[in-house]
């Protein structure tokens, strides 16, 4: 198994901007579909953003949002596919959460979509904590 490792969280006021990252994607390259989850402790996990890079013709990758953050965060990778990211403005006391990035061949479902589902993705980080104060 690859660990990978997410930074980037802290505490920021609401409407301020966090930008996550996550590394570790070298030993896990044959993994098509890359994401990002958050939890808060009582709280089921939930699937944020999700990013689809397996086809050649298109690098950049498909993404796919949860409606809460749809508009506010945006998913994407650099140009070697060494790093994931997670840009999040707007942020909003319900964000609060910590945040997990996760990677894997079984999340790829068809099309150009990943499942959303925590159980199909093989590779995980630590976590990194987010805040936000109203």
């Known amino acids: 198994q690859v660990q990978l490792q997410e930074s980037g969280g802290g505490s920021v006021h609401a409407g301020g901007s966090l930008r996550l990252s996550c590394t570790g994607f070298r030993y896990a390259s044959r993994s098509p579909c890359m994401g990002w989850f958050r939890q808060v402790p009582g709280k089921e996990r939930e699937g944020v953003a999700f990013?689809?890079?397996?086809?050649?013709?298109?690098?950049?990758?498909?993404?796919d949002y949860a409606d809460s953050v749809k508009g506010r965060f945006v998913i994407s990778q650099d140009d070697s596919k060494t790093n994931l990211y997670l840009q999040m403005n707007s942020l909003e006391p319900e964000d609060t959460a910590m945040y997990y990035c996760a990677a894997g061949v079984r999340p790829f479902k068809g099309g150009n979509t990943c499942t959303r589902s925590e159980y199909e993705y093989e590779y995980w980080g630590q976590g990194t904590q987010v805040t936000v104060s109203s």
């Open positions: 990013i689809y890079s397996g086809g050649g013709i298109t690098p950049g990758g498909a993404t």
